[in-house]
T-cell receptor
Framework: NAGVMQNPRHLVRRRGQEARLRCSPM?????VYWYRQLPEEGLKFMVY????????ESGMPKERFSAEFPKEGPSILRIQQVVRGDSAAYFC???????????FGPGTRLLVL | GENVEQHPSTLSVQEGDSAVIKCTYS??????FPWYKQELGKRPQLIID?????GEKKDQRIAVTLNKTAKHFSLHITETQPEDSAVYFC????????????FGTGTSLTVIP
């Protein structure tokens, strides 16, 4: 049973470009979460999704960031017009249900030049 | 919303000694408390968790205690080994706000051989 998968593992973008981060949850998991981790800092919640629905996006910046979890395929975190401050590790996690253990993917390390 | 504080931020112990990391939370509705270990450049991995209907849980050298009245919970690692060196994060999740995990700021543990 494969764990949570994320790709790419590393992503380099220039200011103003778009970044697309993908996350495939563990088999049998229908809840997906995205977290951002700045260097030497903790994990900050961004968004929580179930299939085709955004449940909680209270941690997502109001502009340039969006997330989706379509019926088929991985969850996507999209950052438009990236700025240097977007450089961070973005982790995806998944769980089987509410109030259940969240398992993390290996993360995508985004570097904005 | 929930606020999780974690202490200490750094901790050094001699191999074989015990390590204790403490977290406090603010929302009395929180009822699930996982602990994650993150090695440098790796994903956070669940090491132990506890629910609010239990006061203590143990798994080999790792134990977690929960004091609901005082709203704090602690991670105890006994007989520490160099491979225990990592950053440890506590988290809390309130039952009434969906599924978001609120993370502490992390404790960098170094076990000196």
């Amino acid at each position: 049973n494969a764990g949570v998968m994320q790709n790419p593992r590393h992503l380099v973008r220039r200011r103003g470009q778009e970044a697309r981060l993908r996350c495939s949850p563990m088999k049998g998991h229908s809840h997906v979460y995205w977290y951002r981790q700045l260097p030497e800092e903790g994990l900050k919640f961004m968004v929580y999704l179930q299939k085709e629905n955004i449940i909680d996006e209270s941690g997502m910046p109001k502009e340039r960031f969006s997330a989706e979890f379509p019926k088929e395929g991985p969850s996507i975190l999209r950052i438009q017009q990236v700025v240097r401050g977007d450089s961070a590790a973005y982790f995806c996690a998944s769980s089987r249900g509410l109030q259940e253990t969240q398992y993390f993917g290996p993360g995508t390390r985004l570097l904005v030049l | 919303g929930e606020n999780v504080e974690q202490h200490p931020s750094t901790l050094s112990v001699q191999e074989g000694d015990s390590a204790v990391i403490k977290c406090t939370y603010s929302d009395s509705a929180s009822n699930y408390f996982p602990w994650y270990k993150q090695e440098l450049g790796k994903r956070p991995q669940l090491i132990i968790d506890i629910r609010s209907n239990v006061g203590e849980k143990k798994d080999q050298r790792i134990a977690v205690t929960l004091n609901k009245t005082a709203k704090h919970f602690s991670l105890h690692i006994t007989e520490t080994q160099p491979e225990d060196s990592a950053v440890y994060f506590c988290a809390a999740t309130p039952a009434n706000t969906g599924n978001q995990f609120y993370f502490g700021t992390g404790t960098s543990l170094t076990v000196i051989p």
